[in-house]
């Protein structure tokens, strides 16, 4: 074999294939934005049947604090992504007490700390409106708005599960490699899908009139 042909050879490019975990995640995904889709569709249905129920059931709601407890949850993303860029550096446990110290666990156990006060305050939110009359048999505004914040809780809830498996998953390994970083992203991927159906049933429900 000439130099030519061996530097030829050594020069070729390679194909960087997309990992299967995450590409299926992706498509799964997918499916549930049109989950999300047709409950969107469901409530502005109901919506614009009754929309006298819709003028009385947005009085009860408390704005304020859904907004705070909106920005719980928007936080929560933003901690889950710098545990995925732990992740991506390959360090699962902190190093150090600073921030900038924090492995992927640290910041993972953060996001689920934030999301479990979330869930708690929709489960407050939703004995208050009971108390107000607002129930899930009682009229269509009632049932479209259970509905769909309650499938987004159930969501919520599956994503702090999801976490908790990660974070045991960190722990159980002796070496923290590609196969756990890989877990740590596509787990994100999946709570920044709940985060942004959250702001967008937020805009409708509590801010759209």
């Known amino acids: 074999m000439t130099a030519a042909t061996m530097n030829s050879a050594s020069i070729t490019p390679t194909v960087s294939r997309p990992n299967p975990v995450a590409v299926g995640t992706i498509v799964w995904l997918g499916s549930e934005v049109m989950f999300f889709a047709g409950l969107f569709a469901i409530y502005f249905t109901l919506r614009t049947a009754a929309p006298e129920q819709w003028a009385a059931g947005s009085e009860v709601l408390n704005?304020?604090?859904?907004?705070?407890?909106?920005?719980?949850?928007?936080?929560?993303?933003?901690?889950?992504?710098?545990?995925?860029?732990?992740?991506?550096?390959?360090?699962?446990?902190?190093?150090?007490?600073?921030?900038?110290?924090?492995?992927?666990?640290?910041?993972?156990?953060?996001?689920?700390?934030?999301?479990?006060?979330?869930?708690?305050?929709?489960?407050?939110?939703?004995?208050?409106?009971?108390?107000?009359?607002?129930?899930?048999?009682?009229?269509?505004?009632?049932?479209?708005?259970?509905?769909?914040?309650?499938?987004?809780?159930?969501?919520?809830?599956?994503?702090?599960?999801?976490?908790?498996?990660?974070?045991?998953?960190?722990?159980?390994?002796k070496n923290f490699g590609h196969k756990e970083a890989t877990s740590a992203i596509v787990v994100s991927y999946y709570w920044h899908f709940v985060d942004v159906v959250w702001i967008g049933l937020f805009l409708v429900i509590y801010v759209l009139k």
């Open 63 to 173: 704005f304020p604090y859904s907004l705070t407890n909106t920005i719980i949850l928007v936080l929560s993303s933003v901690t889950a992504q710098f545990g995925v860029f732990a992740a991506e550096r390959m360090q699962p446990r902190s190093t150090g007490w600073k921030l900038s110290q924090w492995g992927m666990v640290e910041w993972f156990f953060l996001t689920y700390v934030l999301g479990a006060i979330f869930v708690t305050g929709q489960v407050y939110e939703y004995a208050v409106l009971v108390s107000e009359g607002i129930t899930l048999n009682g009229n269509a505004y009632g049932t479209s708005f259970y509905l769909t914040t309650g499938f987004h809780g159930l969501h919520v809830t599956g994503g702090l599960i999801a976490f908790l498996l990660v974070i045991g998953r960190a722990f159980a390994v």
